[in-house]
């Protein structure tokens, strides 16, 4: 019997990876459950996205305040671990959710005082701690309050290996408590968008131009910089190349202001942030990937299920997703290796749509949110005394 109301706590809604599952778990619940969002913070980008997939949303609107403020910074913590865990009581929650930094600590502490036996964080990426300079007690105070929060929680849920082998080696966490279920993508919807001549025209491609798609937050981790030097080189080789990012972040100026350094800039469209993610990938000709981490990329399993032809760089969160022969791999911060792979996927069309489609094959038996959905339904619904599902979704 599926559990009756299922209570995700997080930081925020903006557009990012954990609200994005969250999104889709919520559209893919069963008949009769309800799905509940409680977000701590005031950014609410995703919340008609969340209402429309059939979930409600609770806003406690609390800005999260600095550490150098103690006594502000306790408050909105204790603050929170109250109104979530009278929120779980109200609701009679089955299960609690837990997603991103404040959200671990505070749901998992209300949902141990409510009395939710069925308690879970989702780990979302392999970086557990900040890098700090050796002695920094910072350093113990985070490795001990995480230890002693997983601790806490019923089940961790690792989203890649990566990350569950992070988390059995820095904080000692092991099965049945520890659980890795890879994300997911709605496979079906990616795989009907179709190729749109007016969408390319609104990147700045036209019909016989070659499109390269980049999605992602504009943060450091993503290293669109190395995508714009990257163009600089292509353009000479492949003048039709055209390159658009779709997402937001703190470096969109920044990221604007080096296309026009480099003569890229009438190349380069940034389309900020885009809810018509597959339609986009279906007018793209190629997808790039320049991360250097990522713990589940679901932009890559995207493109994965759009059978788009895809650079990626050779991290293990991206090996993790591409086997042989299903995208090119490039190194990490290497402009030239990612020009070239860029050059190679233009020059042959062929080459790219047999790995485009045996990408979408693994998509299709692995990264479905319908399987993925299902593994986490087997925890919702595991009586908190019993033991979990295996490891899903490959």
Not at 129 to 148: C, E, M, V, W, Y
Request: glycine share 8%; with cysteine; hydrophobic share 50%.
């Amino acid at each position: 019997m599926a559990a009756r109301v299922v209570l995700h706590v997080i930081d925020a809604l903006n557009v990012g990876g954990a609200q994005e599952l969250v999104l889709l778990l919520a559209r893919h619940a069963p008949p009769g459950q309800r799905t509940v969002v409680c977000v701590l913070q005031p950014d609410l980008a995703m919340r008609e996205r969340l209402a429309a997939a059939g979930a409600e949303v609770t806003a406690l609107n609390r800005a999260r305040p600095s550490i150098l403020s103690p006594l502000r910074f306790l408050a909105y913590f204790l603050c929170g671990v109250r109104d979530v865990a009278r929120l779980c009581r109200r609701l009679g929650a089955g299960a609690v959710h837990c997603h991103l930094g404040d959200a671990e600590i505070i749901g998992i502490l209300a949902g141990r005082l409510a009395g939710v036996r069925t308690t879970l964080v989702t780990v979302h990426n392999p970086i557990l701690f900040q890098k700090r300079r050796t002695g920094d007690p910072r350093n113990f105070l985070h490795r001990a309050s995480l230890t002693i929060l997983y601790r806490l929680a019923w089940r961790v849920v690792a989203v890649s290996r990566q990350t569950e082998r992070v988390l059995q080696r820095e904080l000692g966490l092991t099965p049945p408590r520890l659980v890795c279920i890879r994300n997911g993508v709605d496979v079906a919807r990616l795989e009907a968008a179709v190729r749109s001549e007016a969408l390319r025209r609104d990147c700045g491609a036209g019909p016989d131009d070659f499109l390269i798609i980049n999605i992602g937050r504009l943060e450091d981790q993503k290293r669109q910089d190395v995508l714009l030097a990257a163009m600089a080189i292509l353009s000479r080789e492949c003048p039709r190349a055209r390159l658009c990012i779709a997402g937001t972040g703190s470096l969109e100026h920044a990221l604007a202001r080096q296309a026009k350094e480099l003569g890229v800039a009438d190349r380069v469209r940034l389309l900020g942030e885009r809810s018509d993610i597959p339609e986009l990938l279906g007018a793209a000709d190629m997808v790039a990937v320049a991360s250097v981490w990522e713990g589940t990329s679901l932009s890559l399993m995207e493109s994965m299920a759009a059978a788009r032809p895809i650079v990626a760089t050779d991290i293990p969160g991206n090996r993790e997703l591409l086997d042989p022969g299903q995208a090119l791999l490039v190194p990490a911060g290497d402009v030239r290796a990612m020009a070239r792979a860029m050059a190679e996927l233009a020059a042959d069309p062929a080459m790219g749509r047999t790995l485009g489609q045996a990408a979408r094959e693994k998509a299709r038996r692995v990264f479905d949110i319908r399987i993925v959905a299902a593994a986490y339904q087997a925890l919702w619904d595991k009586d908190a005394r019993g033991d979990p599902p295996a490891c899903a979704a490959g």
